[in-house]
């Protein structure tokens, strides 16, 4: 699956102790049905997990990391805490305080 991050995240400037996700893509295809583009597109695919696109200033600064434990292209899993989802150049995205952050992933779009 090809993701087009290149305009998502470069002009954003975000809180110091927020993280900017890219949400979850919707999937290509239910049980062995195809979808559409346009069907994609429709589908508000809440996961809980994504790719972290930026990192604030002062995300992760707490005295016990010794350094921070997530960076701007790792794949993470965050709490299920429902974040409202936004677009920014029709792609969604999430704002989510550092604290939501649980796990990196491998890249969950290679997986069979």
């Known amino acids: 699956m090809d993701l087009d991050i290149k305009y998502v995240g470069t002009s954003v ?3 110091s102790w ?3 996700i890219l949400g979850a893509p919707a999937p290509e295809k239910i049980g062995q049905i195809l979808l ?3 069907s994609r597109a429709s589908m508000n695919f809440d996961a809980n ?3 972290i696109l930026k990192v604030g200033a002062r995300a992760f600064e707490e005295e ?5 434990p997530f960076k701007a292209g790792d ?3 965050f709490e299920d805490f429902h974040p409202e989802a936004r677009k ?4 969604l995205v999430y704002f ?5 952050v649980i796990a990196a992933l491998d890249d969950p779009l290679t997986f069979e």
């Not at 016990?64 to 921070?68: L, M, R």
């Not at 920014?88 to 792609?91: E, V």
């Not at 989510?96 to 939501?100: A, G, M, V, W």
């Open 96 to 100: 989510i305080p550092d604290s939501r």
């Open 18 to 20: 927020s993280i900017l």
């Open 75 to 77: 794949w993470v899993m």
């Open 88 to 91: 920014i150049n029709d792609t």
């Open 64 to 68: 016990a990391y010794k350094e921070p």
């Open 49 to 51: 997990w994504g790719l």
């Open 36 to 38: 559409t583009e346009g």
């Open 13 to 15: 400037r975000i809180p």
